[in-house]
C-alpha cells in the first residue's frame, strides 16, 4: 500500500486529463514540515490547469506539524484546481487537519479540491462521502481558513455536487476569520443543483480578537459574489462557538452579492454557544433558515425558497456594554438586499433564550431584520422567545413580527400579501420576571422607518408578554399586524386578524407619553406619526380576534394613535383585561 505525502501527480498541464484513477484505503497521505511558499497539495494532484475526471480516493488524509507562512490548500482530489476542471470525483476518505497546523497565511481545505480558482474553474458532479476534521490556528489577522465538504475556496462552477452523512468539525482559537461551508467555505462561484447532507459542527474560542468571525453555512460559509441556485441543505448545523460574529445559515452564513434561486433547507440550526465559558456565546449574530445575512438578489425565477428546518438559540453573550445583538429569522437573520424579496416559506419553528444584557433581539419569521420590503411570503413556524431570568435593563429591545421583525432602514419598504399562521410571542418559567420592551407584529415587529402594510393576513396568536410583568414606564407593543410605528410615516392598509392578542405590561405610568407606556392593538399596537403632515395612515382592516391586557392601552385596531388617522375598519372580536381600553 502506498503511503506518501506527495501527490500522485505535482502539476496537471492545461489540456491534459487524468482519469480513472482509484487510490484504495489501504493508503494514505500526510502532509507535515515547514511551507514557506505558496503549496497545494491532493491525493491525486497537487496543482491542475487541465481536467481530473472519473477518480476516486479512499485513502485518509492527513495534516499535521505544519508551519506554513504562504498560503497552502490541501484536497481530497486536488490542492489547485486553477482554470481547470474536475469531474465525476469522489472522496471517501476521512481528512483530519491536526491542532498541530500554524499557519500566518490562508489555509483551505476541501473534500474534492483545496480551492479552486478562475472563472474556468468548474467542479462538476463530484461527491465526498468522508468525515473533515479540522483544527488549526491562523496567526495573521488578515488571513482565513476555509473548510468546505467540496472546495475550501470556490470559483467558476461548482454544480452537481454531494456531500454525505459524515461530519464536518472546525475548531480553533486562533483564527481572525473562518469560513466553512457544507459544499464551499468561500465562494465567488454560481453553484448550482448542489446537495449537502453532511452535519457541520463548530466550535471557535474566543481569545481575546484572535477568532473574530465566522461565517457557516450548509452549502456555502461565504458568498461573495456569483450565484447560488437550486441548492438543498440536509446537514444539521451547530456552533459551539464564542467568538465576536457570527453569521449561520442554511444555505449561506453570508450571501453578499450575487443572485440567488429555489434554494431549500430541511435541517436544523442550533446555536448553543458554550454555556461552560465565562463568555457563553458570540456577541453579534445573524442566523436565518436559508441566510444568516442575506445581500444578493432573488431572480425572477426564484419561487421555492423555502425553510423547514428548525432554529435554536441557547447561549449567545451577556455583554457588559449591552452591545449583545441577534438577528434570527426563518428565511434570513439580516436581509440588506437593494431590491424587495418575495415567494419565501418557512415552517421551522424559531426559538431563542435571552440573555440579561442586549441591545436588540430581532426575530421574524422570514427576516429578524431587513431593509427591504417582502411581498407573497409566508410562515407557519412558531417564534418563540424563552426566559427564566429577571430584566432590568430597560434600553434593550426585542422586536418580533410573523414576517419581519425589524424594519430598519428604506426610504419606503413595502410588505405585502404575506401570511403568517404562526405563534408570535414570549414564554417565561418564571413570574418574578421584568420583561424588556417588547414589539410584537403578526407581520411587523417594529419600525422607525417609513412603511407600507398592505394585504396581509396574521393567523397567529400575538404575545408580547408571559408573566406578571411589573415595570414601571415600560414602552411595549403588540398589534395583530404591527407591534409599533414610532414617529415615522407609514400605511397599513387592507389587513385581516382573526386570532387573539395579548400584552400583560402591569404599567403603572399611564401619563400618555406613547413611549412609557404599554399598548395593544387589534391592527397596530402602537401608532405615532412623524408630524401632523406624515402620518399613519390605517384604511379597510379588520380584527376579529379578542385582546387580552393588563394596564395597557388596548383597543380593537390600534392601541395608541398620534399623528395617525384609521378609517373604514372594523372590529368584531373583544377587549379584555385590565384597561384602559376601549371598543374600537
Not at 207 to 235: F, L, M, P
Not at 281 to 300: K, M
Request: glycine residues 14%.
Amino acid at each position: 500500500a502506498w503511503k506518501g505525502d506527495a501527490s500522485l501527480f505535482g502539476h496537471v498541464g492545461a489540456g491534459a486529463t487524468v482519469q480513472d484513477i482509484i487510490v484504495d484505503e489501504d493508503c494514505s497521505m500526510t502532509f507535515s514540515g515547514s511551507v514557506t511558499s505558496e503549496s497545494w497539495f491532493g491525493v491525486i494532484a497537487g496543482v491542475s490547469y487541465g481536467v481530473i475526471e472519473n477518480c476516486e480516493n479512499r485513502a485518509a488524509v492527513a495534516v499535521e506539524n505544519l508551519d506554513a507562512s504562504a498560503e497552502t490548500g490541501f484536497g481530497g482530489i486536488v490542492g489547485l484546481c486553477d482554470n481547470g476542471t474536475v469531474r465525476n470525483c469522489k472522496n471517501k476518505a476521512s481528512f483530519t487537519v491536526a491542532e498541530s497546523v500554524v499557519s500566518n497565511a490562508s489555509l483551505n481545505t476541501g473534500g474534492i479540491a483545496g480551492k479552486s480558482h478562475g472563472e474556468s474553474s468548474s467542479i462538476v458532479s463530484c461527491s465526498n462521502d468522508g468525515s473533515m476534521n479540522v483544527y488549526a490556528r491562523i496567526s495573521e489577522v488578515s488571513s482565513a481558513l476555509r473548510i468546505g465538504g467540496i472546495a475550501g475556496e470556490a470559483a467558476g462552477v461548482v454544480s452537481g455536487c454531494s456531500t454525505g452523512e459524515k461530519m464536518l468539525i472546525v475548531s480553533t482559537d486562533a483564527s481572525r476569520t473562518v469560513y466553512c461551508g457544507g459544499v464551499a467555505g468561500y465562494s465567488t462561484a454560481a453553484v448550482s443543483d448542489c446537495v449537502n447532507a453532511q452535519p457541520v459542527s463548530t466550535t471557535l474560542y474566543r481569545s481575546g480578537d484572535a477568532v473574530y468571525n465566522e461565517y457557516t453555512g450548509g452549502v456555502v460559509g461565504y458568498q461573495a459574489s456569483g450565484s447560488i441556485k437550486s441548492c438543498t441543505n440536509r446537514g444539521s448545523m451547530i456552533s459551539s462557538s464564542n467568538q465576536q460574529y457570527l453569521y449561520m445559515g442554511g444555505i449561506a452564513g453570508d450571501f453578499a452579492e450575487g443572485e440567488a434561486e429555489n434554494n431549500v433547507n430541511v435541517a436544523k440550526l442550533d446555536l448553543q454557544g458554550d454555556a461552560t465559558s465565562a463568555v457563553k456565546g458570540v456577541r453579534y449574530a445573524s442566523v436565518g433558515g436559508l441566510y444568516g445575512r442575506f445581500g444578493a438578489v432573488q431572480s425572477d425565477s426564484d419561487k421555492n425558497s423555502s425553510n423547514s428546518g428548525p432554529i435554536t438559540v441557547l447561549n449567545v453573550e451577556t455583554a457588559a456594554d449591552n452591545s449583545t445583538t441577534l438577528n434570527l429569522g426563518g428565511v434570513a437573520g439580516y436581509i440588506d438586499s437593494e431590491s424587495p424579496l418575495s415567494s419565501l416559506t418557512n415552517t421551522g419553528a424559531v426559538t431563542a433564550d435571552l440573555v440579561a444584557n442586549f441591545t436588540a433581539f430581532a426575530i421574524g419569521g422570514i427576516a429578524g431584520s431587513t431593509e427591504c420590503g417582502i411581498s407573497d411570503s409566508k410562515n407557519s413556524g412558531t417564534l418563540m422567545i424563552n426566559n427564566g431570568i429577571l430584566l432590568k435593563n430597560t434600553s434593550s429591545r426585542i422586536c418580533f413580527g410573523g414576517i419581519a421583525g425589524r424594519n430598519v432602514a428604506g426610504d419606503l419598504n413595502t410588505y405585502s400579501g404575506c401570511v403568517n399562521d404562526g405563534e408570535v410571542g414570549i414564554s417565561t418559567k418564571s413570574n418574578d420576571f421584568n420583561i424588556l420592551p417588547a414589539f410584537t407584529g403578526g407581520i411587523l415587529g417594529y419600525t422607525e422607518m417609513p412603511v407600507a402594510v398592505k394585504g396581509c393576513e396574521n393567523n397567529g396568536y400575538v404575545n408580547s408578554s408571559g408573566a406578571n410583568n411589573k415595570y414601571d414606564g415600560l414602552f411595549s407593543a403588540a398589534g395583530g399586524i404591527v407591534g409599533a410605528i414610532v414617529e415615522t410615516v407609514a400605511e397599513v392598509a387592507d389587513c385581516i386578524v382573526s386570532v387573539d392578542i395579548r400584552n400583560y405590561a402591569y404599567n403603572r405610568n399611564i401619563d400618555m407619553d406613547p413611549f412609557k407606556m404599554c399598548h395593544c392593538g387589534g391592527i397596530v399596537g402602537c401608532a405615532v406619526g412623524e408630524s401632523q403632515s406624515n402620518i399613519v395612515k390605517i384604511s379597510n382592516c379588520s380584527n376579529s380576534g379578542a385582546l387580552e391586557n393588563k394596564r395597557s392601552t388596548a383597543a380593537g385596531i390600534v392601541g395608541f394613535a398620534k399623528y395617525a388617522a384609521v378609517s373604514d375598519c372594523r372590529f368584531t372580536g373583544s377587549v379584555v383585561g385590565s384597561g384602559p381600553h376601549f371598543a374600537a
